[in-house]
């Protein structure tokens, strides 16, 4: 069992950035990719970005693409979202998981597991 450890949310006004932290204990993430998911209160948990064990591939919600960029230091187990342009829309608990297949980069929450606490991102207007 991995365990997931999410930091760096907080309050930012529209428009600023917040960089989230994902470190892994346990179990490497040899060889899976990593995704980030969030979830709104009164809401379903929905994908945001998923990568690749080796970092090539990546793969983005609709929402968030061209403001929010995935990576991932395997050397430090850690997987990071920069997250530009924040909208208020944004706002949620914010999530890393590891998928539970190593070869796709799957936006359904149930080909994941090891979920951490999440980290709140809030987005004043």
């Known amino acids: 069992q991995v365990q997931l450890v999410e930091s760096g949310g907080g309050l930012v006004q529209a428009g600023g950035s917040l960089r989230l932290s994902c470190a892994a204990s346990g179990r490497t993430l040899d060889n899976y990719p990593m995704g980030w998911f969030r979830q709104a209160p009164g809401k379903e948990r929905e994908f945001v970005a998923a990568?690749?064990?080796?970092?090539?591939?990546?793969r983005y919600a609709d929402s968030v693409k061209g403001r929010f960029t995935i990576s991932r230091d395997n050397a430090k187990n850690t997987v990071y979202l920069q997250m530009n342009s924040l909208k208020p829309e944004d706002a949620a608990v914010y999530y890393c998981?590891?998928?539970?297949?190593?070869?796709?980069?799957?936006?359904?929450?149930?080909?994941?597991?090891?979920w951490g606490q999440g980290t709140q991102v809030s987005v004043s207007s």
């Open positions: 990568i690749s064990w080796t970092t090539v591939g990546t």
């Open positions: 998981s590891r998928s539970l297949y190593t070869t796709y980069m799957s936006s359904a929450p149930s080909d994941y597991d090891s």
